[in-house]
């Protein structure tokens, strides 16, 4: 099993800055990959940042430029640096780590981003 704990969402006006942080335990040993998924009103789920064991990120186009993902694997932790926040940036986001054997995937609880204008 793998638990994820979320920090770092809050209110932000726009043009600011938020980092938020997903602590990993458990059967981390386990785990190939990690991101950040999130959530606007009234749409889909998006993934909005990825990054591979071996470091290779992914990003959404429309968080490129602006979005950092990194890892810490010292203290178990992946990180999302958000710079440059736009209104539409607004959502609840998720961490989600996938691990092996067997392709399992887990999910944070969540933690709110609200981008005032």
């Known amino acids: 099993q793998v638990q994820l704990v979320e920090s770092g969402g809050g209110l932000v006006q726009a043009g600011g800055s938020l980092r938020l942080s997903c602590a990993a335990s458990?059967?981390?040993?386990?785990?190939?990959?990690m991101g950040w998924y999130r959530q606007a009103p009234g749409k889909q789920r998006e993934l909005a940042a990825a990054?591979?064991?071996?470091?290779?990120?992914n990003y959404a186009n429309s968080v490129k430029g602006r979005f950092t993902i990194s890892r810490d694997n010292a203290k178990n932790t992946v990180n999302l640096q958000m710079n440059s926040l736009k209104p539409e940036d607004t959502g609840v986001y998720y961490c989600?780590?996938?691990?092996?054997?067997?392709?399992?995937?887990?999910w944070g609880q969540g933690t709110q981003v609200t981008v005032s204008s």
């Open positions: 989600n780590a996938e691990a092996l054997p067997g392709r399992l995937t887990y």
């Open positions: 458990g059967s981390i040993f386990r785990i190939h990959a």
């Open positions: 990054i591979t064991s071996g470091g290779t990120t």
